[in-house]
Structure formats: structure tokens, C-alpha cells
Nanobody, 114 residues
Framework: QVQLVESGEGLVQSGGSLRLSCAFS????????MAWYRQAPGKQRELVAR???????TYGNSVKGRFTISRDNAKTTVYLQMNSLKAEDTAIYYC????????WGQGTQVTVSS
């Protein structure tokens, strides 16, 4: 059974930075594709960034050039470094692990004040 626990939530001013972490518990972390999604109030959940088991990355258009996803297979953790934050980045951020079954974390709140 896979469990995902996000951390790093916070309130930050526009232009600031924040790093989210997602701790994976379970077996064979290295073969999972990992991703971050977010959901703002009244909006659909959207993909922020994905990193495959091989290390290839994909980003949502709104975060390209500002956010970086990375993974540490030894620590079974995936990170999301968020720079140049904007008010529109305010959302609950969810960690996602996908293989045959998709797993979700409980979410962590990011609030950017303008």
C-alpha cells in the first residue's frame, strides 16, 4: 500500500519561494511516475508538474520557468521548488504517484499574498 504525505505548506508574499515535499511510503518508489497537482477554490484540479521514473519532467504552462520538480529515490521523496510565486498560484497542492494504480496525498495549502 502506498501512502503520500505532503509538507511545506505556507503563506508567502508574491515573488517569494516555497518548497513542497512529498514523502512516499511503500515499495518500489523508483518505478513510479510522480506528479504535483493543484486545485484552487472553484477551479478544477490541474497538473503542475510531473517527473517520470526515468527523470523526464513535464510542466503546466502557467508554471514553466518558475517551478522545478525533482525526486530523490534514496529518500523516496519528490519535491516541488516554487519560485517567483504569484497570487494565482494559491491552491491546495496534491502529490500523485502513478503506476497501474494512482495514489493521492491529502494535500497541502499554499497561499500567496499579493
Amino acid at each position: 500500500q502506498v501512502q503520500l504525505v505532503e509538507s511545506g505548506e505556507g503563506l508567502v508574499q508574491s515573488g517569494g519561494s516555497l518548497r513542497l515535499s512529498c514523502a512516499f511510503s511503500g515499495s518500489r518508489f523508483s518505478i513510479y511516475d510522480m506528479a504535483w497537482y493543484r486545485q484552487a477554490p472553484g477551479k478544477q484540479r490541474e497538473l503542475v508538474a510531473r517527473i517520470t521514473s526515468g527523470g523526464s519532467t513535464t510542466y503546466g504552462n502557467s508554471v514553466k520557468g518558475r517551478f522545478t520538480i525533482s525526486r530523490d529515490n534514496a529518500k523516496t521523496t519528490v519535491y516541488l521548488q516554487m519560485n517567483s510565486l504569484k497570487a494565482e498560484d494559491t491552491a491546495i497542492y496534491y502529490c500523485n504517484a502513478g503506476l497501474i494504480i494512482v495514489y493521492w496525498g491529502q494535500g497541502t495549502q499554499v497561499t500567496v499574498s499579493s
